[in-house]
Every structure is written in structure tokens, then in C-alpha cells.
């Protein structure tokens, strides 16, 4: 699913996965929301735009509409992409407003006689920042992983005006050394578990596919949903708080936030079912839940190896070539810990179970693939349909990401928040972890007919993450207490 990289930049024909976030069913976009410290003064913003995003071919390219769409490269005019609306100063809720305001552009198409972006830049002081920032790209002009990338790279240290963010990147666990025997009966026994992984993964994916459905829950959404108005809610909490329950639990940040994520649903939906029993109020009986649930979130997977900020940047000074495209592949996650557990930690436990076995796994390689041959031989319409009835047949999107390391600015505003989120697809709720500095930024994207209290599942995830921390200072206080 690449773009045409022996084209002119930004010219080329569109890219299966570009042609597919095109198609009725998967018309995708990106929101990414920057809170600011300062109030925004949009000539500075305009002026560094020309100097960095504009200079990339995917933002400078409009789409050619006809049989053969491809991308064709034109003049920007910044006056129709930045966006500063005249606002009320002495507005009464703000912080409702800026949610109302984002959750409005979800009902508008972008313009396809121009390029498919636009920044929006409202000037209302909210209880996170002085002004906000709302980017709003259309999936087509790249993955989620790589244009977030590419909005960092926009940034400059708040410390250092000249020096690009630091943001950290995964580290390869160096492997120890032993007999040759005993590394060749690993190697044999890591290929049977990826062999035999990732055929399950492809039949799970193929029965998805076919008939098997996730439990209708009070989160799931019916058909159509990808349609419906979608609203972004956040709520940032400490990072050196689930950085503290992976050091205490010897796993990752990822596999903490996914245990999270399924400690907070739980409470949210026990707290639902309890209030649809017809029998008493919600606080009658304990746990509300069916004995089994089937909840499972779809996964967006960039298999091209991501862009390095670094070459983002010198690429937009330059005007440089650099790899870019959406190579996506899909991964479908069960969220088996959906259940009223006695020990918090067991929600981290079973997230790390579930990451663990789908890195041995290469399903997102295989959808990918099939993906890209569908695209080919059956064309759009039909690709999209399975893309459509797989997503709409699991109940939700998840993602993390990770931001710079320490305050950075945007053209000189310094970001005091980060959130960024997807719209589009057939999901009533997408959970999206972005981290910034000291700091992690849960982003929802809800409908809000289905999941109408989104806060209150805010409040949940918050309260789980809170549990869980209380439940991992005490592994490092048993063996003292021990003794």
C-alpha cells in the first residue's frame, strides 16, 4: 500500500490505502488537537507553515478527480486552510465550546479542489491552555504514525528555538549468549509459535470477516456509525505514574496502558449494564456484566519504518525526497480482561499476555498483503466492503503514541497538550494514549448517541490507573514487609 515513489514529488496516482480512506465507507481524518500556553497570533503560524509543511509534497498536492485520482501538485493559499474564526472572549463554557466546535468539523467535508488539510486557530482560554490549535488531515495524506511525526517535527524545543524534539525510540533487548544448541531449539520454537500465531490470527480475521461478531455491548456501535458526528473528549494524567506500574511489573508502557484501557471499561460498563437492569437501581448487585463478553479493538499497524523527525525537518528545509506513504496493516486485539477482577494488576497481567503473543504474530503483514492484492484484483469497492464489515464486526479502535520528551513550541507558541485522534471509520469509540514530556494524554473519540457520558469513561480510566499504581507500590513494599 505504498504511493508511487518514482513520481515527481508530490505527483504520482494515490496509493491503495489512499484510494480505500477515499471510498464512501472509509472516508478517514485525522484530528490532532495542541493546547497552547500562549494565545496563537496566526501571521507567526502562517509564516512557518511556508517554511516546513508546505513544503511537503502530500500538503501541497491537491487530488486530481477523475478515473485515474493521482496527486497533483498546485499553489497553497494559506488563507484557505488556516482557519481563525471571530470568537466571543466572554464565552461561558469554553472548554464545552472547543469540544462543540471539533465535534461540528466532523459533519463537513474538506474541499477536494484543494489540498486536504486544515488548521484551525481559536483563541479561547480553556482550563488546559490559552488557545488550541485543530489540525484536521485526511487519511489519505499518510498514516497517523507518520503525520504525527510530521507535526512534531514542525515543533522546536521551548529551551533551545534552533533544536528539534527529542522524542525516544525503541530499543532492541540485546540478546544474552549461550550454547548454539540451546539458540537454534529457541530459534525452531520461536518460528512454530509465529507459524502457528499468526495462522490462528488469519482465521480469526477470515471468521471476522465472515460471521463472527463482537457481544453487542453499550459501547458498541450500529451500523452506519461511521457516519454519525463524533465528539473528542481527553484527560491528561501523570506519565511517571505508568511509568512506575511498568518498572514495578516488568513490562512495557504499552502493555500498561492496554491493561488500563480494560480496567476503565470494565467499570464503565458495569455501571451501564446496572443501569439498564429493570430490577432496582445500577448499585443493587456488584457486577452487572455478562458472563462473556467477546470485545475486541482494531489496530491500525505502520509497516513502513517511520520517518525520523530529523529528516521530516530536512526534508521540508530542503525540499528532499523522503519514503512516505500509508503501508498499513490491521491487527484485531481481544480484550479478554473484561471482567470485575479482585487483584488490579491482573487487568496489566492479561494486557501483557495479549500484546506478548501478537508480536509473535505477523497478521498485520498478512492483512496488509491481502489487502494490497484485493485492492488490485477486485478493485476499491471491494476491498473497502471487507475492510468495512471486519471493523464494524469488533467494537473499538485503540492506539499510543509516543511525543517529545521534554516542552516544545509551535512556531514559537509553546504546546502545553497534545491529543490527537481519528474519525471516519465504523467504531463508536476510538482510545488513543499520546504521551508529552512528563505527561499522558487519553484522547476519545465517541459518538455520542451511543456513548453519551464519554467523561465518565474519562473518569473510569483515570480511577483504574490510579488502582493499579496503589496496587504495584505494594509489590515493592511486600518483600520488606517480609522480612
Not at 495479549?354 to 504474530?361: A, I, L
Not at 457520558?453 to 499504581?469: A, C, V, W, Y
Request: aromatic share 6%; proline share 6%.
Amino acid at each position: 500500500m505504498a504511493t508511487d515513489e518514482s513520481s515527481p514529488p508530490g505527483q504520482g496516482h494515490l496509493s491503495p490505502a489512499a484510494r480505500l480512506f477515499h471510498s464512501p465507507r472509509f472516508n478517514c481524518h485525522i484530528i490532532a488537537i495542541m493546547g497552547c500556553k500562549t494565545s496563537i497570533n496566526p501571521d507567526v503560524v502562517k509564516d512557518g507553515l511556508k517554511q516546513t509543511l508546505l513544503k511537503h509534497p502530500r500538503f501541497s498536492s491537491k487530488l486530481l478527480s477523475n478515473e485515474k485520482r493521482k496527486w497533483v501538485q498546485t499553489t497553497v493559499n494559506l488563507e484557505n486552510h488556516v482557519v481563525v474564526p471571530n470568537l466571543d472572549t466572554e464565552i461561558e463554557s469554553p472548554d464545552q465550546y472547543i469540544d462543540d466546535y471539533i465535534s461540528h468539523m466532523t459533519t463537513t467535508p474538506l474541499d477536494l479542489s484543494k489540498p486536504l488539510w486544515e488548521l484551525h486557530l481559536l483563541n479561547v482560554k480553556t482550563s488546559y491552555a490559552e488557545a488550541v490549535g485543530v489540525f484536521r488531515i485526511h487519511h489519505s495524506l499518510g498514516d497517523g504514525a507518520s503525520l504525527m511525526s510530521l507535526l512534531i517535527a514542525c515543533t522546536r524545543k521551548t529551551s533551545d528555538p534552533e533544536a528539534l524534539p527529542t522524542v525516544p525510540t525503541l530499543k532492541r533487548a540485546g540478546s544474552s549468549r549461550s550454547s548454539l544448541f540451546w539458540w537454534l531449539l529457541c530459534f525452531i520454537w520461536s518460528v512454530l509459535v509465529l507459524v502457528w500465531n499468526t495462522f490462528v490470527d488469519i482465521m480469526m480475521f477470515v471468521a471476522t470477516t465472515l460471521f463472527l461478531k463482537d457481544t453487542k455491548t453499550p459501547i458498541k456501535g450500529a451500523p452506519g456509525v461511521e457516519l454519525a458526528t463524533k465528539l473528542f473528549v481527553h484527560r491528561t494524567v501523570s506519565l511517571d505514574h505508568i511509568k512506575l506500574i511498568k518498572n514495578a511489573m516488568n513490562t512495557t508502557i504499552n502493555d500498561v496502558v492496554l491493561g488500563v484501557t480494560q480496567a476503565g471499561l470494565t467499570q464503565y460498563l458495569n455501571r451501564r449494564y446496572g443501569q439498564n437492569q429493570k430490577e432496582g437501581g445500577p448499585n443493587q448487585k456488584r457486577n452487572n456484566l455478562p458472563k462473556s463478553i467477546r470485545l475486541r479493538a482494531a489496530i491500525l499497524v505502520n509497516l513502513r519504518p517511520i520517518v525520523g523527525i530529523q529528516d521530516l525537518a530536512e526534508m521540508m528545509a530542503k525540499g528532499s525526497k523522503t519514503r512516505w506513504g500509508n503501508w498499513i496493516g490491521y491487527l484485531l486485539l481481544p480484550l479478554n480482561n473484561i471482567a470485575l477482577e479482585d487483584d488490579p494488576l491482573n487487568y496489566v497481567r492479561g494486557g501483557k499476555a495479549t500484546s506478548d503473543r501478537k508480536k509473535h504474530s505477523l497478521e498485520a503483514i498478512c492483512t496488509f498483503t491481502t489487502a494490497k492484492l484485493v485492492l488490485k484484483t477486485l478493485g476499491v469497492k471491494v476491498a473497502a466492503a471487507i475492510a468495512h464489515r471486519v471493523l464494524s464486526n469488533t467494537t473499538m479502535a485503540f492506539s499510543n503514541m509516543v511525543g517529545p520528551l521534554e516542552d516544545v513550541s509551535f512556531y514559537g507558541h509553546p504546546i502545553t497538550l497534545i491529543a490527537p485522534s481519528v474519525y471516519g471509520h465504523p467504531h463508536a469509540l476510538t482510545v488513543h494514549y499520546q504521551s508529552y514530556v512528563e505527561k499522558m494524554t487519553i484522547v476519545l473519540a465517541v459518538d455520542p448517541s451511543v456513548i453519551p457520558d464519554p467523561h465518565q469513561l474519562l473518569d473510569d480510566l483515570e480511577d483504574s490507573l490510579k488502582l493499579i499504581r496503589d496496587a504495584a507500590v505494594k509489590i515493592e513494599l511486600t518483600p520488606h514487609e517480609a522480612v
